[in-house]
């Protein structure tokens, strides 16, 4: 008697599959949270808060971008991607390792780790252009298709923003400051406003109505595609201000310009339907931050202008990144972070599904006290970014904000807790009424 065929092997339920990538997510927010506990409270004060930002920034925004930018092209072209779901984890995986050994290499003072950390993280975010790339070419004329532009081209300035990182090490580890000091302002901006505003901007055109659970306006996705070009010249300007003042006050105003094609369709939309959830009111948070530290950041380019005791350029240089040093907790805790929480807790109930009871209940999970925590948080960090007050009191306020935001994690616990919970009620329930 020949032997049963044994069953094929069953793939992972796609739900499972985005869990457990954006476990990895919470892993880096999670360690960025305990790294700044231990650089603010003392045991490793001498490293500055370069090791928790990057944790924060390269780590959890970035790998949070490599899965979520693959599920909107996915959804935008209507076509699975180059690779399929096994790239994206690949992607993602390489990612995360060269994000790792990048922090192990600068901080161990071992160039060469860095340099091959640095290496990983442009492979992954290459293949990622190429993927999308090759699955815009073969997608058959959708509607919304062109948005998906815009992670080509985040992706293609992460690579050159980690590269540009690498360098800013290199040439300070040579004593060439003035070198160091342009490469950073340009590693920076090309990472903040090029890679992480690229992809917040462009993702919003698609998710902010969705999140308010309404229609798109007719012109968002033309008025998105038309400020692409004006965010990546924007970035680039401002990037190169480190050689010259005035480019960062025309740089800022450009990438403004270019931010108005996604902000304007929004604002309507806000206009239409209030957002009241706290993904929403999040998000609004954020982008203000980021609009408003943009803002600032042309201005005060501008205002400063070269320092000529300074040595003409090289002064402008150090004075642009003493500028974007002061507003890095901003931009991280105020933008980054924010958006990603927002991003969270719209997200989680809909990865982890289970019904409309089930999403219901785990939007009530990840809604609790909304108004409180977005208010909450905001105001604690703006104090904490004030300077007339005492450190103590900074420190005391945002400590507060961390562990406000930090309820959304909480909250993604709870909310699969939830799930599963009535998961297993429903099975029980319908074994009970089998006879």
Same mark, same amino acid.
Request: proline share 6%; with cysteine; aromatic share 6%.
């Given at each position: 008697?020949?032997?049963?065929?044994?069953?094929?092997?069953?793939?992972?339920?796609?739900?499972?599959t985005?869990?457990?990538?954006?476990?990895?997510?919470?892993?880096?927010?999670?360690?960025?949270a305990?790294?700044?506990?231990?650089?603010?409270?003392?045991?490793?004060?001498?490293w500055g808060?370069w090791?928790?930002?990057?944790?924060l920034?390269? +780590? +959890?925004?970035?790998?949070?971008?490599t899965?979520?930018?693959?599920?909107?092209?996915?959804?935008?072209?209507?076509?699975?991607?180059?690779?399929?779901?096994?790239l994206?984890?690949?992607?993602l995986?390489?990612?995360?390792?060269?994000?790792?050994?990048?922090?192990?290499?600068?901080?161990a003072?071992?160039?060469?780790i860095?340099?091959?950390?640095?290496?990983?993280?442009?492979?992954?975010?290459?293949? +990622?252009?190429?993927?999308i790339?090759?699955?815009?070419?073969?997608?058959?004329?959708p509607?919304?298709g062109?948005?998906?532009?815009?992670?080509?081209?985040a992706?293609?300035?992460?690579?050159?923003g980690?590269?540009?990182?690498?360098?800013?090490?290199?040439?300070?580890?040579?004593?060439?400051?003035g070198?160091a000091?342009?490469?950073?302002?340009?590693?920076?901006?090309t990472?903040l406003?090029?890679?992480?505003?690229?992809?917040?901007?462009?993702?919003?055109?698609?998710?902010w109505?969705?999140?308010?659970?309404?229609?798109?306006?007719?012109?968002?996705?033309?008025?998105a595609l038309r400020?692409?070009?004006?965010?990546?010249?924007?970035?680039?300007?401002?990037?190169?201000?480190?050689?010259?003042?005035?480019?960062?006050?025309?740089?800022?105003?450009?990438?403004?310009?270019?931010?108005?094609?996604?902000?304007?369709?929004?604002?309507?939309?806000?206009?239409?339907?209030?957002?009241?959830?706290?993904?929403t009111?999040?998000?609004?948070?954020?982008?203000?931050?980021?609009l $408003?530290?943009?803002?600032?950041l042309?201005? /005060?380019?501008t205002?400063?202008g070269?320092?000529a /005791?300074?040595?003409?350029?090289?002064?402008?240089a150090?004075?642009?990144?003493?500028?974007?040093?002061?507003?890095?907790?901003?931009?991280?805790? $105020?933008f980054?972070?924010?958006?990603?929480?927002?991003a969270?807790?719209?997200?989680?109930?809909?990865m982890? $599904?289970?019904?409309?009871?089930?999403s219901?209940?785990?939007?009530?999970?990840?809604?609790?006290?909304?108004?409180?925590?977005?208010?909450?948080?905001n105001?604690?960090?703006?104090?904490?970014?004030?300077p007339?007050?005492?450190?103590?009191?900074?420190?005391?306020?945002?400590?507060?904000? +961390?562990?406000?935001?930090?309820?959304?994690?909480v909250?993604?616990?709870?909310?699969?807790?939830?799930v599963?919970?009535?998961?297993?009620?429903?099975?029980?329930s319908?074994?009970?009424?089998?006879?």
């Amino acid at each position: 008697m020949s032997p049963a065929p044994s069953s094929p092997p069953r793939r992972p339920h796609r739900r499972t599959t985005q869990v457990r990538r954006n476990a990895v997510v919470v892993g880096w927010l999670v360690s960025a949270a305990v790294l700044a506990v231990l650089v603010l409270g003392g045991p490793l004060a001498s490293w500055g808060t370069w090791l928790p930002l990057h944790a924060l920034l390269l +780590g +959890g925004i970035g790998s949070a971008i490599t899965v979520w930018s693959a599920h909107f092209a996915d959804t935008l072209l209507h076509r699975p991607a180059l690779g399929g779901a096994a790239l994206v984890n690949v992607r993602l995986g390489v990612h995360g390792l060269g994000t790792a050994t990048v922090l192990v290499g600068i901080t161990a003072a071992r160039p060469g780790i860095a340099l091959g950390g640095v290496g990983l993280v442009v492979l992954a975010a290459l293949t +990622g252009v190429a993927a999308i790339s090759v699955q815009y070419r073969r997608a058959v004329a959708p509607r919304l298709g062109t948005l998906a532009l815009a992670y080509v081209v985040a992706l293609t300035l992460l690579a050159v923003g980690a590269t540009l990182g690498y360098l800013t090490s290199w040439a300070e580890d040579r004593g060439a400051s003035g070198t160091a000091d342009r490469l950073y302002v340009a590693h920076t901006m090309t990472m903040l406003l090029g890679f992480v505003g690229t992809t917040v901007l462009g993702t919003l055109t698609v998710l902010w109505p969705t999140m308010l659970r309404t229609k798109m306006e007719p012109e968002a996705p033309r008025w998105a595609l038309r400020g692409l070009p004006l965010l990546v010249a924007g970035t680039a300007l401002v990037a190169c201000s480190g050689l010259w003042s005035p480019l960062g006050g025309i740089g800022a105003l450009v990438y403004l310009t270019g931010a108005g094609g996604v902000v304007l369709p929004a604002w309507r939309t806000a206009r239409r339907v209030p957002p009241t959830s706290f993904a929403t009111a999040s998000a609004t948070a954020a982008v203000t931050w980021f609009l $408003g530290c943009v803002v600032v950041l042309g201005a /005060g380019i501008t205002v400063a202008g070269p320092d000529a /005791g300074a040595g003409g350029a090289g002064g402008s240089a150090s004075g642009v990144r003493d500028l974007i040093h002061a507003l890095r907790v901003a931009l991280g805790a $105020g933008f980054a972070l924010q958006i990603l929480v927002g991003a969270l807790s719209y997200l989680t109930p809909v990865m982890l $599904g289970g019904g409309p009871k089930a999403s219901r209940a785990t939007n009530l999970v990840m809604d609790r006290a909304a108004a409180y925590r977005v208010t909450a948080a905001n105001s604690c960090l703006l104090l904490a970014l004030t300077p007339a007050l005492p450190w103590e009191a900074r420190l005391t306020c945002g400590a507060t904000a +961390g562990c406000v935001t930090l309820y959304a994690l909480v909250g993604m616990v709870l909310s699969g807790l939830e799930v599963r919970r009535r998961s297993r009620d429903g099975a029980a329930s319908r074994s009970r009424r089998q006879p």
